[in-house]
Each structure stands twice: as C-alpha cells, then as structure tokens.
C-alpha cells in the first residue's frame, strides 16, 4: 500500500508552551514574525468557576485534495513522490493564490524568500532521514505523533487504531493528513 504520512495530534496533552513552534522555526529557517505551526487557546468556555480551555497545534493540514495546488497557476504548489503538498520556491511567482484557496490559512509569503511557503513535515531535512519531524520531537507534552498511517507499526497508526479522531472543516472534501483527537477535552 502507498504511504501516506500523518500527523496525530492528542489535544488533551496540548499545553500551549509553543516549543513546536519554536522548534519549528529554528529547523526550517521561518523568518521573524511568521510561523509555520502555533498552538492557539480555544475558549474559554463554560461559567466561572467552572470554566474550561484547551489548546490546539494548527498548521498545514497536508491534504491529499489540497486547493491550494489546484490554483497554483505555475505548479509551483505541487504533490511530491509521497502525495504531501510541497512548494518549489523557485518556481513561485508571488501571486498569493494559494493563500487566498487554502481553506485554513496556513500560507504565508515567506519575508526572505518571496516564495509562499507553510508546514513541509520536515519531509525532506528530517523524515527522509529517519527522523521524526521537529515540532514532534521536541513536544513538552507528547501530544504530537507522526508516521505512515498505512503502516500499522507507526506511532501515528497505533494512536489512530484506538481512538476516535476528527479532521479539521473535513466538509470540505480537502483530505486532510492531520488527525485531532479530543478525548478528555471539555469544548
Ligand atoms: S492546509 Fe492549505 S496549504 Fe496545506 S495542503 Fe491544505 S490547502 Fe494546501
Ligand atoms: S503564490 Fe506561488 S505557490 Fe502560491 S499560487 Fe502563486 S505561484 Fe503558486
Ligand atoms: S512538521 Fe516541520 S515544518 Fe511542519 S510544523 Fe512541524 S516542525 Fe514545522
């Protein structure tokens, strides 16, 4: 069967600290002020003092229907060997389609290249080596896990294997490769 690589995030273990974030902008040279990945607060909900938060890793939700390919008008945004979406900064021409198609703002136009740039999964300086993503590694929590969700001896395809999950605006037909479990969040 093809690969096809996900990221796990158990939203539960989600603290907020931003080490991912972090850690992803060291790996990937992301300039000042932009961001690949953050972890926003939800709420809070509920009455005092019975109130409630949590937080949640946001990025590049990988799809295998990605509609920010579909409008790259110079296949700059493209599919690789994998199916993960990826982007050829050089054969970007800056016109921002695919910040205003992706359904989950999660381009930005990189300040020092010109070029759109978003999450990679680390694919080519981490994962094609052996190892796991940055923001995976280096989460406080463990709240982040990631491999071939085909492959069932994956840490991303043993959590899956028991626990209900959920894909973000999954109405949208988009695929996506990020799988949020919320068990034990009060939302
Ligand atoms: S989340 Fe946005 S940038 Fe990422 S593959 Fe989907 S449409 Fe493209
Ligand atoms: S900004 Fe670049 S990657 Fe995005 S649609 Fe235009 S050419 Fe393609
Ligand atoms: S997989 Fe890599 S590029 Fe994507 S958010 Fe994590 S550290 Fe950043």
Redesign the pocket.
Known sequence: MAKHYG?VIQIAKCIGCQA?TV??KF??NVPERQY??QTPAFGPTGTYPNVTMYFSKE??QMCQNAPCVDVCPTKASHYDENGLVMIDAEKCVGCKYCLTACPYDARFMNAETGAADK????FDE?VAQGLK????TTCVGGALSFGDVNDPESDAAKILAHSKYEFRKAELGTHPSLYYIYDGVVR
């Open positions: 990221m991912c850690a992803c790996q990937n690949r990945t990025a590049c999450c990679t999964f680390c981490r993503p940055a923001c995976v």
